[in-house]
């Protein structure tokens, strides 16, 4: 189950931030990627997805849902905030971008989705970044690198058992 943000001081967390960094070299090796972290991780998490516009945030998430088992259409929630994969709903895929404040989030109902335990994508995730979720997973996708379509792709969490998983699975 995920829990509700915890107001804790960052600087008192008693676990390492862990960071991994992964470079895709084409559109179909984001998805790859994405679908192979949907296979690994099997365990409700809070997935921040940050990245300027065209980063591949939404092909990113595209291959998370895949990888989840689902066969969904995926598309980018930018006009209505939060789309649902699954039936039951196993994976909300929010774009935080048009709103203006944290109290716009919860008014919608934000909690609701915390407590149905299923994994939260978060596009755009400044409104809630100093929140405190467990388990969490922060992951930048940063373009313009060698060619057009490569990305870096940067994992950081300070969640234990999320940690385990990256390790094992990511050198």
Known sequence: MISAPKNQDPKKR??????????????????????YLGEVIDFP?????????????T???KGFVAGMGLSDEVTSPTYTIVNEYGNPAKIFHF????LQDPD????????????QGCT????????VLQDQFEPKLEITLKSCLETPEQREII???????????LNSHFD
């Open 14 to 35: 008693l676990t390492k931030m862990l960071e991994k960094r992964i470079i895709t070299k084409s559109s179909q090796e984001t998805f790859d990627f994405g679908k």
């Open 45 to 57: 998490l809070i997935i921040f997805l940050q990245g300027q516009m065209g980063a591949g945030k």
């Open 59 to 61: 092909l990113f998430s």
């Open 95 to 98: 774009d935080l971008y048009r």
């Open 104 to 115: 716009e989030l919860y008014e919608m109902g934000f909690e609701d989705y915390l407590n």
């Open 120 to 127: 939260l994508l978060l596009e755009w995730p400044d409104l």
């Open 155 to 165: 994992l950081r969490t300070d969640n234990q058992k999320v940690a385990q998983i």
